[in-house]
Structure formats: C-alpha cells, structure tokens
C-alpha cells in the first residue's frame, strides 16, 4: 500500500484548504483511511476516519463542523476539506490507512499500518 498526501500550503486564518491522498497498491473497498496531524513538539493527532466502502466517517472534536472527508473511487483518492481553519489547526497532516479487518475501533496512530509521507498546513493568524 502507498499513499501520498499533498494540498498543503500557507493559508490565513478564516481560510480553506483541500489535503488529497492518493492510495495505490491495493483495492480499499474494506480499508478505514484516517488523517492525522502532528504540530511541532506535539504528538501525533487524530483528524477523522472514512470507511471507503459506504464513505461513513467520524472526526475528532477539534475539527468537527469544519473539516470534511470524502473519497473518490474512481481516482483511489481519499479529500480532507478544511473550512474555517485557525493557527491552532498548523500542523504536518498525514494521511493513513488500515483494512477494515484489523481495526481496533480506536483512532490512535498505532491502529493505523499504512501511512503516507505528510503534507505542511501552516494557518497564520
């Protein structure tokens, strides 16, 4: 599995920003796909979850009203649209994946196998 994330960018607060993340290698139907995010001296931040068959997902408070995920099948890309963001939202944002199958149901790093090589988001205020 291969996943490459890009979008990043410089944004001011208020602002809006689309992150992609290309997933190659394997057919997803049966795999969970999240978004993390690490700020500097920070650990490593759940964003939200999307299961690619069916498309439910569940975001993490902090984002949640502002953040939206989708996939699109045909591309085997998976979108994390960002309204509204703040300075606090500046991070390094990952995305990630794990079939279905092996999924703790907890969205910690660590539940997460395959993980995709970050994209800079840095929100100035």
């Known amino acids: 599995v291969q996943l490459q994330a890009s979008g990043g960018g410089l944004v001011q607060a208020g602002g809006s920003l689309r992150l992609s993340c290309a997933a190659s290698?394997?057919?997803?139907?049966?795999?969970?796909m999240g978004w993390f995010r690490q700020a500097p001296g920070k650990e490593r931040e759940f964003v939200g979850r999307i299961w690619w068959s069916g498309g439910a997902t569940y975001y993490a408070d902090a984002v949640k009203g502002r953040f939206t995920m989708s996939r699109d099948n045909a591309k085997n890309t998976m979108y994390l649209q960002m309204n509204s963001l703040k300075p606090e939202d500046t991070a390094v944002y990952y995305c990630a994946a794990v079939i279905g199958s092996r999924f703790s149901g907890s969205d910690d790093p660590g539940s997460y196998d395959y993980w995709g090589q970050g994209t800079q988001v840095t929100v100035s205020s």
């Open positions: 290698g394997r057919t997803f139907s049966s795999y969970a």
